[in-house]
């Protein structure tokens, strides 16, 4: 069965609280991670913060746009005294943002919402960047 609109505003909502926390955690580790190994994945992680508060705010049009409240809840944020072990946080964020990103894609497409599929699309392009940057630093 097709979700409905209401339970895929639900699912925005939690994608934003995903988003705020993502923000948040790129803003400390990106302060707190040392190592000259970690210099260029360190500005790179204050650009990652910038773009998920852009998703933050277009995951917030998307849902007014439908008739919801987007939410100020936040989800938790990871944090670590080890470098590499931040980044491994990191890409957990990822690649749960692109799994579910992956879903509300389609979702969107179901409900006939084709330009916020659009916009979901590429917020998910930007998550597949940031999950390659990450690896990338990580040697993966
Ligand atoms: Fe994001
Ligand atoms: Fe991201």
């Known amino acids: 069965m097709a979700i409905t609109k209401e339970e895929f ?3 925005l909502n939690k994608d934003l609280e995903y988003e705020y926390a993502a923000a948040i955690q790129y803003v400390q580790h990106a302060a707190v991670i040392t190592g ?14 910038n773009e998920e508060m852009i998703h933050a705010t277009q995951i917030s049009t998307m849902i007014t746009d439908l008739d919801g409240v987007p939410t100020v809840d936040v989800d938790e944020r990871r944090v670590s005294t080890v470098s590499k072990e931040m980044l491994e ?18 979702q969107a497409r179901d409900l006939g919402e084709f330009g916020i599929a659009r916009v979901l699309e590429q917020v ?6 940031h999950r390659r940057d990450l690896m990338s630093s990580l040697g993966k």
């Open 9 to 11: 505003i639900k699912e």
């Open 124 to 129: 998910l392009m930007d998550e597949e960047e």
């Open 36 to 49: 000259p190994e970690y210099d260029a994945i360190a500005k790179e992680l204050v650009v990652h913060s």
């Open 89 to 106: 946080q990191d890409l957990v964020g990822e690649e749960t943002a692109i799994r579910r990103y992956k879903e509300r894609v389609g």
